[in-house]
């Protein structure tokens, strides 16, 4: 496999990791939010760099969820943690893929490469971990017709296979 190929492969590797990590959460909502898939859907201006156009994907997941979960003013503190822990997971991800993408573009043994999707997989259930329990301070602080809310929430997204915009009508 050529290191472009490889490189491809990778980079959609981790995508779909940060995508996950980004709480497989940020998740389902723009299907609760026309203005935050909108803005998602729509090409970023060519000025701006890959990571300015990362960073802004994960604001508008954390932006999303935040109106999914319908997040009050005395739930902010424990929903800053989460969504910290969001950037937090992108920004790892990133250079994990980055560092990746130079060792696939030098030549890899297939060694090397199981090693590489090894380093993703673990980094991925590491921040999955982190994710778990800045999410549950949260859930366990809201009110059962909030929780009940995520609950849902999480549920399309499951059901929908994690793509935003899918949810069912009704």
């Known amino acids: 496999m050529s290191c472009f190929a490889h490189s491809a492969r990778i980079s959609a590797a981790v995508k779909r990791s940060a995508t996950a990590a980004g709480l497989i959460a940020a998740l389902i ?3 609760h939010s026309a203005p935050a898939r909108a803005q998602a859907g729509a090409a970023a201006p060519p000025h701006k760099t890959m990571a ?19 997040i009050t003013p005395a739930e902010e ?14 920004a ?3 250079k994990l893929a980055e560092e990746t993408a ?14 590489s999707y090894e380093e993703l997989a673990g980094a991925h259930a590491d921040e999955m971990k ?14 059962d017709e ?5 609950d849902q929430v999480f549920r399309d997204a499951r059901r929908h296979g994690g793509r935003h915009g899918e949810r069912d009508a009704g």
């Open 77 to 90: 503190p424990a929903w800053e943690a989460v969504a910290q822990t969001m950037r937090d997971n992108a």
């Open 130 to 143: 982190s994710l778990l329990a800045a999410f549950t301070t949260l859930y366990n602080s809201l009110p």
């Open 146 to 150: 909030q929780k009940k809310l995520a």
């Open 92 to 94: 790892t991800m990133r």
């Open 52 to 70: 300015e156009r990362r960073s802004e994907s994960v604001e508008q997941r954390i932006a999303a969820l935040h109106a999914a979960l319908k």
């Open 29 to 31: 909502l723009a299907g």
């Open 102 to 115: 130079a060792r696939a573009r030098k030549g890899m043994t297939a060694i090397e490469d199981m090693q």
